[in-house]
Every structure is written in structure tokens, then in C-alpha cells.
């Protein structure tokens, strides 16, 4: 079993906390890419002490929109890519996870174990996470509603889960488009454990390519900047070094070469919103 204390913390939703930079491809895709992203990722995180970035990757994309899209390299493969990235370039990783039977051997890599926000209610998948030492960053399903957060937190909570992140990654709203809605960021952090906006996926158009995800990256930055503002405490960012080519949500990603400046717009930002008093302004 992993030791807890080399883990790093859930970070708690405060002022003094770090913030939670979740970055990286979309499919790991293979080591030289990941190791690419990676070393971009490592020189980001040694420029700043107020920030945490976690490499994120995905070994399976186990919801392709068609049975021939591309899956990724696999449990096995990609556990192998996220252990080279924590031993060469230093970084905490996270990954998603599909079936309660991998929570176990994922955790015993990587310090994150994300719930896909179409799975956010398996009981089972949430409580075999949570019996790890990892943090479950669970993902509100396009389906729900922030008010129905506190139900899936407390399945973690009382499943004995080390730390519990939340993130938003749109509503559907219509045919093939998303919308994020800013109140989720102070509803789901009533819940008291952290928010964090996923960016990239909130720009998805799912289905709308023809058989594949379309999106619009150029709205990115927006939402990323909207949300820190609305009191996000982290950004889930996934970058590419040529989108266009990427196995998986291209459209989304945002162009590696761009990064590092989106990043300093973002943390100038939550440096300001953290430096400031919360409104507590009551309703009616």
C-alpha cells in the first residue's frame, strides 16, 4: 500500500491553499508524448510555489462516441507511462478509472483517482475509490444539478475517502452543446471539500463531429478565468502539443506552445481572488 504521508494533500478549500492544476493529454497516447507534455509541466510548476500541478492521462477512454475511435494504451501501459512521468519529472498524477476491481492498482501509481462524470453516481466505483489512499476527484455528471452534489460527497465521505475534489464540466443544454452555470462553484463548495473547473471538457459539442466529440477551444480561457472568479480552487486544463492530431478530444485541447501563457493569466487571477474577503451576501 502506498504511504499516505508521500501523497500530496487533499487541499482543503481555503485561502492558503495551492492552486490545483489539473494538466495534461487527453489519452496518454504513448510515453515520448506524455514525457513531452510532462517536462512542460514540471518547468511550470518549479516557476511558482502557490500552484500544484498534477500530470493527468488517460490509459482507457472507455466512452468514444464510436466502437472504432481510439481507446488509449491500456491499464497496464499506462500505468507504466504515469509511474516514468512521477519518477522523472517529479509530478503527482492522476487518472480516471471505470470499474471498482481497478481503483486498487491504479492507486498504487497514482496520487488521483478520477471518477468519470457519466459514472459520478456508481456507488460501487465511488466506494472502491474511496478505500484507497489516493484522492477521488469525481467529475458532476453532465446530468446533475449542483444540488445534487452533496449526495455523491457523502457516499465518499462516508466510504472513508482521504480526499474528495470536485469538478464541474458542464450541464448539457440542448443537442451537443454544454453550458456551465458559475453558482455551481460556491453551491459545491458548501460541501466543503474543493471545486474545480474542467475547462476543456466544458468546451466539448459531444457527437457533434460526425461519429467523434467536436468542441471549441477558443473558449477556454473564458471559462477557466469565469470560474476561478465564481471561487473554482483548481483548473482541469488538457493540452497537446498538435491538437489536430490528438487520438482524442482535439478540438478541446488546448496547443501545449500556448500553455504557459493561459497559465500565467490564470494564476495572476486566482492570486487576486485570494487575496480578497468573500462577499457574504444574503438572500431574500
Same mark, same amino acid.
Given at each position: 500500500?502506498?504511504?499516505?504521508?508521500?501523497? #500530496?494533500?487533499?487541499?482543503?478549500?481555503?485561502?492558503?491553499?495551492?492552486?490545483?492544476?489539473?494538466?495534461?493529454?487527453?489519452?496518454?497516447?504513448?510515453?515520448?508524448?506524455?514525457?513531452?507534455?510532462?517536462?512542460?509541466?514540471?518547468?511550470?510548476?518549479?516557476?511558482?510555489?502557490?500552484?500544484?500541478?498534477?500530470?493527468?492521462?488517460?490509459?482507457?477512454?472507455?466512452?468514444?462516441?464510436?466502437?472504432?475511435?481510439?481507446? +488509449? #494504451?491500456?491499464?497496464?501501459?499506462?500505468?507504466?507511462?504515469?509511474?516514468?512521468?512521477?519518477?522523472?519529472?517529479?509530478?503527482?498524477?492522476?487518472?480516471?478509472?471505470?470499474?471498482?476491481?481497478?481503483?486498487?492498482?491504479?492507486?498504487?501509481? *497514482?496520487?488521483?483517482?478520477?471518477?468519470?462524470?457519466?459514472? *459520478?453516481?456508481?456507488?460501487?466505483?465511488?466506494?472502491?475509490?474511496?478505500?484507497?489512499?489516493?484522492?477521488?476527484?469525481?467529475?458532476?455528471?453532465?446530468?446533475?444539478? @449542483?444540488?445534487?452534489?452533496?449526495?455523491?460527497?457523502?457516499?465518499?465521505?462516508?466510504?472513508?475517502?482521504?480526499?474528495?475534489?470536485?469538478?464541474?464540466?458542464?450541464?448539457?443544454?440542448?443537442?451537443?452543446?454544454?453550458?456551465?452555470? =458559475?453558482?455551481?462553484? #460556491?453551491? =459545491?463548495?458548501?460541501?466543503?471539500?474543493?471545486?474545480?473547473?474542467?475547462?476543456?471538457?466544458?468546451?466539448?459539442?459531444?457527437?457533434?463531429?460526425? +461519429?467523434?466529440?467536436?468542441?471549441?477551444?477558443?473558449?477556454?480561457?473564458?471559462?477557466?478565468?469565469?470560474?476561478?472568479?465564481?471561487?473554482?480552487? +483548481?483548473?482541469?486544463?488538457?493540452?497537446? #502539443?498538435? @491538437?489536430?492530431?490528438?487520438?482524442?478530444?482535439? @478540438?478541446?485541447?488546448?496547443?501545449?506552445?500556448?500553455? +504557459?501563457?493561459?497559465?500565467?493569466?490564470?494564476?495572476?487571477?486566482?492570486?487576486?481572488?485570494?487575496?480578497?474577503?468573500?462577499?457574504?451576501?444574503?438572500?431574500?
Amino acid at each position: 500500500m502506498p504511504d499516505l504521508a508521500s501523497r #500530496p494533500s487533499s487541499l482543503v478549500s481555503s485561502k492558503s491553499a495551492p492552486l490545483i492544476l489539473i494538466l495534461g493529454p487527453c489519452s496518454l497516447e504513448s510515453y515520448e508524448l506524455s514525457a513531452r507534455v510532462a517536462e512542460v509541466l514540471a518547468t511550470l510548476q518549479a516557476k511558482a510555489e502557490d500552484i500544484q500541478i498534477y500530470f493527468k492521462g488517460s490509459y482507457d477512454k472507455a466512452n468514444r462516441t464510436s466502437l472504432g475511435s481510439e481507446r +488509449g #494504451p491500456g491499464l497496464e501501459e499506462g500505468l507504466t507511462i504515469h509511474q516514468k512521468i512521477k519518477d522523472q519529472f517529479g509530478l503527482p498524477c492522476l487518472t480516471d478509472i471505470h470499474s471498482p476491481s481497478q481503483a486498487s492498482t491504479v492507486a498504487e501509481v *497514482c496520487d488521483v483517482l478520477q471518477i468519470p462524470a457519466f459514472l *459520478c453516481r456508481q456507488t460501487d466505483l465511488l466506494t472502491a475509490a474511496a478505500a484507497t489512499d489516493a484522492i477521488v476527484n469525481v467529475k458532476k455528471g453532465q446530468f446533475l444539478s @449542483p444540488y445534487e452534489m452533496p449526495f455523491v460527497v457523502k457516499k465518499l465521505e462516508d466510504s472513508g475517502a482521504k480526499g474528495i475534489w470536485q469538478t464541474e464540466r458542464g450541464t448539457t443544454f440542448g443537442y451537443q452543446n454544454l453550458v456551465v452555470d =458559475m453558482r455551481s462553484f #460556491p453551491l =459545491m463548495a458548501a460541501n466543503g471539500h474543493p471545486t474545480i473547473m474542467d475547462a476543456t471538457h466544458a468546451v466539448q459539442m459531444p457527437g457533434a463531429g460526425a +461519429g467523434t466529440t467536436s468542441g471549441r477551444r477558443e473558449f477556454v480561457p473564458s471559462l477557466a478565468k469565469a470560474a476561478l472568479a465564481a471561487g473554482a480552487r +483548481g483548473v482541469f486544463l488538457e493540452t497537446h #502539443p498538435d @491538437p489536430n492530431s490528438a487520438v482524442s478530444d482535439g @478540438p478541446n485541447q488546448v496547443p501545449l506552445e500556448q500553455l +504557459g501563457a493561459l497559465l500565467d493569466q490564470l494564476v495572476a487571477l486566482w492570486r487576486l481572488v485570494s487575496s480578497q474577503e468573500d462577499l457574504d451576501i444574503q438572500s431574500a
